[in-house]
């Protein structure tokens, strides 16, 4: 009886773990066969074995491109964060910088960032520089917002029994306000950085001399839809890494409410 | 220690930039040692009357001592306790009860053995590495209390500290408290909605009324400590709880049908 349940709770943790990669691994592999039976050839749909192999011949081609994409990526969230969050502080702490820019922030968040691309090649040339603005200006908004909104959901009673402690503001925010709104700023951060890897990469569709989206536009020109593929997967790895990497940071400084139980 | 209100008053403004008179002109003392027990419905200005002594509110006229002191901020040695724990997710319970420690500069190390002798008092010998998350709503209060407790208050301010529990721990807490308070001899302010609470903890209660918030009867309390929990049969504790209520029907707090 007791060893039943006991396997039955075995399986049931196997499958928990194995069900998402055993449903991307049917989903490749009902690609991989069904590309053939329905005689598409390569420059229509690769299979994803054909990308694979892709991947490994043109490693360097593909790294050099994704080396500048990264670096677009990650210069753009960096800044975004760098502004975000005194931008929210402000927005936090002065009333009057609340009420002033606040309401134009948010407004500013509804219009699609992505249009502004080719202005900013007009003004900022063909270089990294508008590619790194574009992932800035595309991360700054929801780094601000859930850094305001972090803030905000302190409980006022909180504050009260720090300051019966004779606590000074900038203890209250240390001890208090950072930590509580440190969940919120990550769930920020992870919108951005996924949000980033967008701008970059429309940056590079404008216009550009190197990055994953050049080469994209490249194999697009000379029908080489499996570098294509092999772009846009290493695109996705870019976003998965960065986000990984929020993650693991996340995990080592915030401390989630359900964590415990 | 002591406290002592004098021609105490708070004006709040309201949204529409009226002003509303929380309190009366209030003249209070409380002697070195005393538990005090503010009863009265919401709205009365009993908790302005502790966030008056805890420094979170300055009065609008009048002067608040402690110790003969004019309070301009928190006293070092008032500990506050409110109705939720306020405990900090994200810190263990032994972080917790050091949070006071640690914003008045004191060193940590210090106080270790005395957060290990709080946490036996409350019944909580071991809990010290748990995350609040971990622990019952009794047992969040009760780190609440020594969190409180851990800078050896003079002064305690309680605002309805059990109000959010259930009935058989709030019980509980109260023969607690009493018990924790008869070994440590300091001056109490209890603030409750509950007459019972009121009449079976306090040396003193202190009943308010409402619009504007007004001291109506200063009644003591003389039954023999530690008392226990019979002590609610008992016939002068019922002539207490009538005088108490009897001001809350004069006063139309409460209403016969």
Sequence with gaps: MASGRRRRRLARTLLEIFAAPALALIVLLSWQLAVPLAGLSEFVLPTPWQILKRIGQDYALLWSNARV?????VAGFVLAALTGIPTALSIFYSRIFERAVYPLLIALQTIPKVVLAPLLVLYLGYGWAPKVFLAFLIGFFPIVIATVVGLQSLDKAMVSLVRSMGASEAQTFFKLRLPAALPSVFGGFKVAIA???IGAVIGEYVAAERGLGYLQLQANAQFDTTLNFASVVMISLIGVGLFFVLSLLESRVVFRRDAAK | MN?????????YETRDGEELAALDPIDLSITPGEFVGLVGPSGCGKSTLLSLVAALIAPSSGRILVDGEEVRRPHPKVGVIFQSDLLLYWRSVTDNILLPVE???WDRRKYRARVEQLLEQVGLAGFGGKYPGELSGGMRQRVAICRALVQEPGLLLMDEPFGALDALTREQMIMDLQAMWLSLANTVLFVTHSIEEAVFLADRVVVMSPRPGRIDLDLRIDLERPRRWLVHNDPRFFEYRRQVRAIFEAK????EH
């Design chain 1, 195 to 197: 949000l980033s890897v």
């Design chain 2, 3 to 11: 406290v002592r209100f004098e021609r105490v008053t708070k004006i």
């Design chain 1, 69 to 73: 994409t990264l670096a677009e990526v």
């Design chain 2, 103 to 105: 914003i008045k500069g």
């Design chain 2, 252 to 255: 139309g707090v409460l209403k």
